[in-house]
């Protein structure tokens, strides 16, 4: 005789008995869904399975597909879950236990455990699961497979991150935030709303996550430290974000997503300390000291768009890796920046040509550049492949008049 009893928090009540089924393993999916397997000692349907939607009050008969004897059950999802039993038979199913497919383990062992283990995917959309099983003989055994993190509803309007950390689904604020977790999609599970209500509604998700006490914004290369609040505050209008659209996030979507880029998240300014000091121009390395007010003008910077703090600590808290030139090295290239436009320099012979006349032209003064602000401060300009003409013969003839240039 097989029963089932349930706990209400102080006793237990019978909620199934059969004189032909022996339970053996239970497994809750949720509050209202739950499996349970056994066996009987009919050798034509040996192996049994059961289902509950009402939270264990009722159970109805599931047809497993096999006469083999069950040992175990577990379930990843209201979905997809498995059974395991003897000689090695191990059954899978996607759709709630409607229907169930053999897997093959390539053993004959006897299984007497299966447990269905979540952890991290590859992906932002997707998280991993692995499903071993144990039997006699310390047999141990998994299989990998992925399970939707994004899913859509008709019904509620919106898109969904399923939470790896909470199990809750967070509705994705705007498509930007889509676009910054790094999410696709064609990675979007198109959900019925008894699915998705599987899934207790959580915060919404928002470009701007809390992790560990640190709050970082979120972009498709990673999460992005913002290092004070001062600097929240002075970009929060540019970012069309305030505090409350700060949302936590939890240790297993954070490792996920990744983090660590080893930049600086500030959008591109001018700033200096107090008035008179240095200005410094502040990009994904920190703050570039800029060179000199040559440098300044040629880069196409306007004092007017100069931010004022007294708030040296501000300044501090960025790094100064290097200054900011005329000369910028970007992908193992030199360019010279004239009034915003950035001129490839062919090579050291041309460099050291203009470097006899031009003070600008100085091999100290060149320094790093990342791409996005060689790229967003100035426009391509034609190479620098020679030297000026004139200059050139003024250089191997020095006492060449002007008004006689046409003779040689």
């Given at each position: 005789?097989?029963?089932?009893?349930?706990?209400?928090?102080?006793?237990?009540?019978?909620?199934?008995?059969?004189?032909?089924?022996?339970?053996?393993?239970?497994?809750?999916?949720?509050?209202?869904?739950?499996?349970?397997?056994?066996?009987?000692?009919?050798?034509?349907?040996?192996?049994?399975?059961?289902?509950?939607?009402?939270?264990?009050?009722?159970?109805?008969?599931?047809?497993?597909?096999?006469?083999?004897?069950?040992a175990d059950v577990s379930f990843l999802d209201n979905s997809?879950?498995?059974?395991?039993?003897?000689?090695?038979?191990?059954?899978?199913?996607?759709?709630?236990?409607?229907?169930?497919?053999?897997?093959?383990?390539?053993?004959?062992?006897?299984?007497?455990?299966?447990?269905?283990?979540?952890?991290?995917?590859?992906?932002?959309?997707?998280?991993?699961?692995?499903?071993?099983?144990?039997?006699?003989?310390?047999?141990?055994?998994?299989?990998?497979?992925?399970?939707?993190?994004?899913?859509?509803?008709?019904?509620?309007?919106?898109?969904?991150?399923?939470?790896?950390?909470?199990?809750?689904?967070?509705?994705?604020?705007?498509?930007?935030?889509?676009?910054?977790?790094?999410?696709?999609?064609?990675?979007?599970?198109?959900?019925?709303?008894?699915?998705?209500?599987?899934?207790?509604?959580?915060?919404?998700?928002?470009?701007?996550?809390?992790?560990?006490?640190?709050?970082?914004?979120?972009?498709?290369?990673?999460?992005?430290?913002?290092y004070s609040a001062d600097t929240f505050n002075i970009f929060?209008?540019?970012?069309?974000?305030?505090?409350?659209?700060?949302?936590?996030?939890?240790?297993?979507?954070?490792?996920?997503?990744?983090?660590?880029?080893?930049?600086?998240?500030?959008?591109?300014?001018?700033?200096t300390y107090s008035y008179g000091g240095s200005v410094f121009?502040?990009?994904?390395?920190?703050?570039?000291?800029?060179?000199?007010?040559?440098?300044?003008?040629?880069?196409?910077?306007?004092?007017?768009?100069?931010?004022?703090?007294?708030?040296?600590?501000?300044?501090?808290?960025?790094?100064?890796?290097?200054?900011?030139?005329?000369?910028?090295?970007?992908?193992?290239?030199?360019?010279?920046?004239?009034?915003?436009?950035?001129?490839?320099?062919?090579?050291?012979?041309?460099?050291?040509?203009?470097?006899?006349?031009?003070?600008?032209?100085?091999?100290?003064?060149?320094?790093?550049?990342?791409?996005?602000?060689?790229?967003?401060?100035?426009?391509?300009?034609?190479?620098?492949?020679?030297?000026?003409?004139?200059?050139?013969?003024?250089?191997?003839?020095?006492?060449?008049?002007?008004?006689?240039?046409?003779?040689?």
């Amino acid at each position: 005789m097989g029963v089932l009893y349930k706990y209400n928090g102080s006793s237990w009540t019978e909620v199934q008995k059969t004189d032909t089924t022996f339970f053996t393993s239970v497994d809750m999916v949720n509050a209202s869904t739950g499996y349970a397997v056994g066996y009987t000692f009919n050798p034509a349907v040996a192996g049994r399975g059961y289902k509950t939607s009402d939270g264990g009050n009722t159970w109805s008969a599931m047809n497993l597909g096999t006469s083999k004897l069950m040992a175990d059950v577990s379930f990843l999802d209201n979905s997809v879950g498995y059974v395991a039993g003897e000689d090695g038979r191990v059954m899978k199913t996607t759709n709630g236990g409607s229907t169930w497919t053999t897997q093959n383990l390539g053993t004959s062992v006897s299984m007497n455990t299966v447990s269905v283990v979540r952890r991290l995917g590859s992906t932002p959309s997707s998280v991993s699961g692995a499903t071993f099983v144990g039997g006699s003989n310390a047999a141990i055994l998994h299989s990998t497979f992925t399970a939707p993190n994004l899913m859509g509803s008709y019904d509620l309007g919106g898109v969904f991150f399923i939470d790896s950390d909470t199990g809750q689904r967070r509705r994705i604020d705007s498509p930007v935030t889509f676009d910054n977790w790094g999410f696709k999609w064609g990675d979007v599970h198109w959900a019925s709303l008894s699915e998705i209500n599987l899934y207790p509604q959580g915060d919404n998700l928002s470009s701007l996550a809390l992790n560990a006490g640190r709050v970082y914004l979120v972009q498709s290369t990673g999460f992005r430290p913002i290092y004070s609040a001062d600097t929240f505050n002075i970009f929060k209008d540019n970012w069309g974000v305030g505090w409350g659209d700060i949302k936590p996030v939890g240790d297993i979507d954070f490792a996920l997503h990744g983090s660590g880029s080893g930049v600086m998240i500030m959008p591109p300014m001018l700033v200096t300390y107090s008035y008179g000091g240095s200005v410094f121009y502040m990009d994904a390395d920190g703050k570039l000291p800029i060179l000199n007010p040559d440098t300044f003008v040629n880069w196409n910077f306007q004092w007017g768009n100069i931010f004022y703090t007294r708030n040296n600590a501000f300044l501090a808290s960025f790094p100064s890796p290097h200054p900011l030139s005329r000369l910028a090295l970007n992908g193992g290239w030199v360019y010279l920046i004239s009034n915003g436009v950035r001129q490839h320099i062919a090579d050291s012979k041309v460099f050291n040509a203009h470097a006899a006349y031009d003070p600008a032209y100085d091999w100290s003064n060149i320094f790093p550049v990342n791409s996005d602000t060689l790229s967003n401060r100035t426009t391509p300009g034609p190479d620098i492949t020679y030297a000026e003409p004139c200059q050139i013969i003024c250089f191997f003839f020095p006492n060449l008049r002007e008004g006689r240039r046409s003779e040689y």
